[in-house]
Each structure stands twice: as C-alpha cells, then as structure tokens.
C-alpha cells in the first residue's frame, strides 16, 4: 500500500482525489448538516435585510 494504491490515504493524496479515507474538510462537513436543519436560513434572511 503506497502510492499507487487508491484506497489508501497516501494514494489519494499522490492522485489527488477524496473519499472515506480522506476527506475534504471537517468544517464542511459541520456547515452541510446545519444547512440541513434548517439553521442555515435565517443567516441568507439576515443578509437581505442588511442590504
């Protein structure tokens, strides 16, 4: 398991690729679940209101 392999995280950091093994972003990750409660909206209302 090196480089060449896909499956492992040195793999996708040599492709350039993500998955299980290597994930994007842990903040993103926390920004898509409050988007899909709810709690992303009133921030897009607020920003209406602002302008």
């Given at each position: 398991m090196g480089k060449g392999?896909?499956?492992?995280k040195r793999?996708?950091?040599h492709i350039g690729s993500?998955?299980?093994t290597r994930?994007?972003?842990k903040a993103a990750k926390?920004?898509?679940a409050a988007a899909k409660k709810?709690?992303?909206a009133?921030?897009?209302a607020a920003k209406k209101a602002a302008k």
């Amino acid at each position: 398991m090196g480089k060449g392999d896909k499956r492992s995280k040195r793999g996708k950091i040599h492709i350039g690729s993500y998955g299980r093994t290597r994930p994007k972003k842990k903040a993103a990750k926390k920004a898509n679940a409050a988007a899909k409660k709810g709690k992303a909206a009133p921030k897009k209302a607020a920003k209406k209101a602002a302008k």
